[in-house]
């Protein structure tokens, strides 16, 4: 029973780091959709979000399989817990990256970002990116230090959302690009946020203080 028990954690946990590198994925395509005007990257990346989608609904239906079949007791319970909780947010970054090319489809041909703010712009995406590797390890390893290091880095994106906000209101912008690029600072920062908060969830299961 127990072998079983611990198979099917295994299974859950690889379908998570697949889901992580989904989002991953969604997210460095719909930046580059974004900057290069690139509208068939862009509504592939919007018809992608249908697979993590599914698979968070796949995670989440296995999850309660095990639950009501395998009896677990505490330690393993955090464990199941914390793949529900962590699945919710991946599915919450595949979202954000949504989000970031259904504005590069509206915008195109137009340039959604001006070149003088692009520099800002790859800085913002290479953090989510490296946040979402750095969730991923934790998720595959239940590495709580790799995800208390997670909250530290962070703060990085913290202060790209901050000077990219400076730059808005110091330019001369027209309103619908300094909306859209307040819109887009939100859902790189709050992409990050998501990646943070996979980090709590492992270490919930591992027992280690948030």
Avoid at 175 to 190: D, I, K, Q, V
């Amino acid at each position: 029973m127990r072998t079983t028990f611990h198979q099917e954690l295994e299974t859950i946990d690889q379908k998570l780091i697949g889901m992580t590198q989904l989002v991953q994925s969604a997210m460095g395509r719909a930046t580059t959709a974004m900057l290069e005007a690139d509208p068939t990257t862009a509504d592939e990346v919007i018809s992608d979000d249908t697979t993590i989608d599914a698979l968070r609904r796949e995670i989440d239906e296995h999850i309660l399989r095990v639950l009501a079949t395998q009896q677990p007791v505490a330690g393993d319970l955090r464990a199941l817990v914390a793949g529900l909780r962590i699945d919710r947010d991946l599915e919450r970054m595949g979202d954000l990256a949504r989000h970031i090319a259904e504005i590069a489809a509206d915008d195109f041909p137009r340039a959604t970002v001006p070149l003088e703010l692009t520099g800002i712009v790859h800085s913002m995406n290479r953090a989510a990116l490296h946040l979402a590797e750095q969730a991923k390890e934790a998720i595959a390893f239940r590495d709580k230090e790799c995800a208390a290091e997670l909250d530290r880095e962070d703060d990085e994106m913290d202060s790209l959302l901050a000077a990219l906000y400076r730059e808005v209101l110091a330019s001369d912008l027209d309103m619908r690009t300094a909306l859209e690029l307040t819109l887009l600072g939100r859902y790189y920062e709050r992409y990050a946020d998501h990646a943070v908060a996979i980090a709590d969830s492992v270490r919930f299961e591992t027992g280690a203080p948030a």
